[in-house]
């Protein structure tokens, strides 16, 4: 599978992005999920997963309350929904693919977009 993230930008602190992660191939559906996202000088963390039908998620204590992560399997598309967008949110976002229903660790991550970037801005 290809994974292709947009819809990264400016923001000022507070408000709100939706990057999202286009997927090539019929068997999108069958891939469990993630966004991770790097900070400068960071090491790689991940933000949120979801499963192949979107039913279970998981979200970094860091975000919670504030994300939403959620997939269209029809379209082929992941949403990262971010709200009351934090100063130290600004990172390049990557999204991922497994061949697991939910991952929850890096190492099971096969598959790679490109990145988006996001600055939040005081």
């Known amino acids: 599978v290809q994974l292709q993230a947009f819809g990264g930008g400016l923001v000022q602190a507070g408000g709100s992005l939706r990057p999202s992660c286009a997927a090539s191939?019929?068997?999108?559906?069958?891939?469990?999920m993630g966004w991770f996202r790097q900070a400068p000088g960071k090491e790689r963390e991940l933000v949120a997963a979801?499963?192949?039908?979107?039913?279970?998620?998981y979200s970094a204590d860091s975000v919670k309350g504030r994300f939403t992560f959620s997939r269209d399997n029809d379209k082929n598309t992941e949403y990262l929904q971010m709200n009351l967008l934090k100063l130290e949110d600004t990172a390049v976002y990557y999204c991922?693919?497994?061949?697991?229903?939910?991952?929850?660790?890096?190492?099971?991550?096969?598959?790679w977009g490109q990145g988006t970037l996001v600055t939040v801005s005081s």
């Open positions: 991922a693919a497994c061949h697991k229903y939910v991952c929850s660790r890096e190492s099971e991550y096969e598959y």
């Open positions: 191939g019929r068997t999108f559906r069958r891939y469990g």
């Open positions: 979801i499963s192949w039908s979107g039913g279970t998620t």
